[in-house]
């Protein structure tokens, strides 16, 4: 023990000179210097050295010539170059800005590294290397990123969601600015919203824009069979966020943490609740974890229980939802850097209406695959719709196998949903029709442009001839008709119930549906409605025959028939 003490001070102080080949020199030793002393001169040299002037350094011939005195059994020690050898050599002048850096140093509060069993030279050593091991930024499960590529300006459009944000960072950065209109600091904020629009992303934006230390976890990583876990893991997650603040969790698909507690007295509804209690404490609970800061995101907010969501634990419910126009030519910009084209922007982004930030993302990528698997070192307006076809449709290595005569009536099908959704005035517009026989379930379809969240009856109504056009088509031309109707057919059913049932756009605008008679109501409302759009795709449908046959032979041969080439035959 005696030998170790002496060790560990020696490497502290021969920690700030070179190392060379070792000079060797022996001492002797009766009796060591108190602990004591050992802890006070450590605790002098661990400190910051801020001003020489207010120091009175102890000269270390002192220390050597003391050892020497008490000393007794003789035993080597090897030095590197730059240490005295002898008792009279003075340490050089240290710079007076000089300091160790954290965790440069061994931690000897709690005694010397030491303890009862360690007998071995070689135990010893691991011993006193784990104490002067610098501090890590991590738990068992959990670490700190303190390192962030990402903040609002690397992430293109969602203009509002940054503003709202920005006040947030605010508060957290400038909280006196605040403090004298009485508001509270903002506990946690959750990101909802279909996958792939950058919840995750705007979450590490956030860190980055703030510059704080950042812990990126999984709702699923609280899950665990044996009891106790999760709850544990919460308290390690958030005490390693204390211990670093101020700091922000993101909880990525918390609705597997978050999932509102049930009273069925299972084994593992009982462990979930512990763990969401868990989580509850540690937002808001009696013991505040200031300078924290949560960020949440899922798609199933619907799922979560209300004392999470309240006010105190989530202050803010964000929707992060498909992106605008403004928002897909700045992601469109972002990701076709580097990538050699002949397209215009605003095709990509009239194209894109309706994608998420991720599938425009791999759209750009996949079509730029494409050209290199071909030899070509830019992508054309053909590869875009080529790979643009295999996300709407899918794709099979194998193309389907039909005669001519049945991918006549699939053309002549998809013609009858196009020229009624061109006629129609209150509905999406049509974009192209596309024959694509390596679609696993789709040889042909029609491309509309996105519907409104909120429907008219008039556009419900159009809807539903849409729906039923193909069908009309194959009975006007071939006089029978396949069985590629049959989605048609159940889609037409659906929306014509729920717009009388759900909706209130039919004779009447309730149905109680107690009673066979208003059952029956419901089932003749549902029928006119049905029975009256079938009739009008009938007679427009009629009115373009010559156009269905001349424009299916094109279809035929084409495999895409655009919006614009549909238009010059009809008469509107």
């Not at 709202?164 to 904020?189: A, H, M, W």
């Not at 990583?221 to 005490?239: D, M, N, P, T, W």
């Not at 229980?305 to 992106?323: H, N, Q, V």
């Not at 698997?373 to 290595?397: C, H, L, M």
């Amino acid at each position: 023990m005696k030998i170790l003490i002496l060790l560990g001070f020696l490497t502290c102080v021969s920690s700030f000179y070179r190392y060379a080949p070792p000079a060797s020199v022996s001492l002797y030793r009766n009796y060591p210097l108190s602990r004591k002393y050992h802890n006070e001169y450590l605790k002098r040299i661990s400190n910051p050295i801020q001003n020489r002037s207010d120091i009175t350094r102890e000269p270390f011939s002192d220390l050597i010539s003391q050892i020497l005195r008490n000393s007794g059994d003789s035993f080597e020690i090897y030095l590197p170059e730059g240490f005295p050898e002898s008792p009279e050599e003075e340490f050089p002048e240290l710079d007076g800005s000089s300091q160790f850096p954290p965790g440069f140093l061994p931690d000897f509060s709690q005694g010397l590294p030491y303890e009862p069993g360690y007998k071995s030279s070689q135990n010893r050593r691991n011993l006193f290397e784990r104490s002067t091991a610098p501090a890590k930024i991590k738990s068992e499960h959990f670490e700190i990123v303190t390192h962030h590529d990402t903040n609002f300006q690397t992430i293109g459009g969602y203009a509002s969601i940054k503003k709202e944000l920005s006040q947030c960072l605010d508060i957290l950065k400038n909280y006196t600015k605040y403090q004298k209109f009485n508001v509270r600091i903002p506990r946690g904020i959750v990101f909802e919203g279909p996958p792939g629009n950058g919840k995750t992303m705007i979450a590490k934006a956030f860190a980055g824009e703030a510059n704080m230390s950042f812990i990126a976890v999984s709702g699923a990583e609280f899950q665990e069979k044996y009891v106790g876990i999760g709850s544990a893991r919460i308290r390690e997650l958030f005490k390693l966020a204390s211990d670093n603040s101020p700091c922000i969790i993101f909880i990525d698909e918390i609705d597997a943490l978050g999932r509102k507690r049930n009273s069925d007295g299972e084994t593992s509804s009982s462990e979930r609740d512990s763990t969401l209690n868990e989580l509850l404490v540690a937002m808001d609970g009696f013991k505040s974890n200031a300078g924290v800061f949560v960020i949440a995101s899922t798609n199933r907010v619907d799922l979560l229980d209300s004392a999470l969501m309240r006010p105190g634990r989530i202050d803010k419910k964000i929707y992060i939802g498909y992106p605008d126009s403004n928002t897909r030519e700045a992601i469109i910009d972002i990701h076709i850097s580097g990538k050699p084209n002949s397209i215009s922007c605003s095709q990509l982004v009239e194209m894109s209406n309706g994608m998420s930030g991720a599938q425009i993302e791999n759209l750009l990528n996949e079509a730029m695959l494409l050209a290199l698997r071909e030899d070509r070192e830019s992508f054309t307006q053909s590869d875009i719709e080529n790979v643009y076809n295999k996300i709407v449709a899918g794709w099979q290595p194998d193309e389907h196998e039909f005669s001519r005569e049945l991918l006549e009536k699939i053309c002549v099908h998809e013609l009858g949903h196009a020229i009624v959704g061109m006629t129609c005035k209150n509905h999406a517009k049509m974009n192209k029709i596309v024959i694509n026989l390596s679609s696993p379930k789709n040889p042909g379809y029609t491309l509309f442009e996105e519907h409104d969240e909120i429907n008219t009856k008039e556009s419900l109504f159009e809807h539903l001839m849409i729906l039923l056009a193909g069908r009309i088509a194959e009975e006007i031309i071939y006089g029978s008709y396949t069985t590629g109707a049959i989605n048609d057919f159940e889609e037409a059913l659906k929306l014509a119930n729920k717009m009388v049932v759900y909706y209130g756009m039919g004779q009447n605008v309730i149905y109680p549906q107690l009673s066979e008679k208003f059952k029956e109501l419901i089932d003749n409302d549902i029928f006119d409605l049905i029975t009256r759009a079938y009739t009008i795709s009938g007679n427009i449908l009629k009115k373009h025959r010559h156009v269905i046959r001349v424009l299916a032979k094109t279809l035929l041969e084409e495999r895409i028939l655009l919006a614009k080439d549909l238009q010059n035959h009809l008469v509107l």
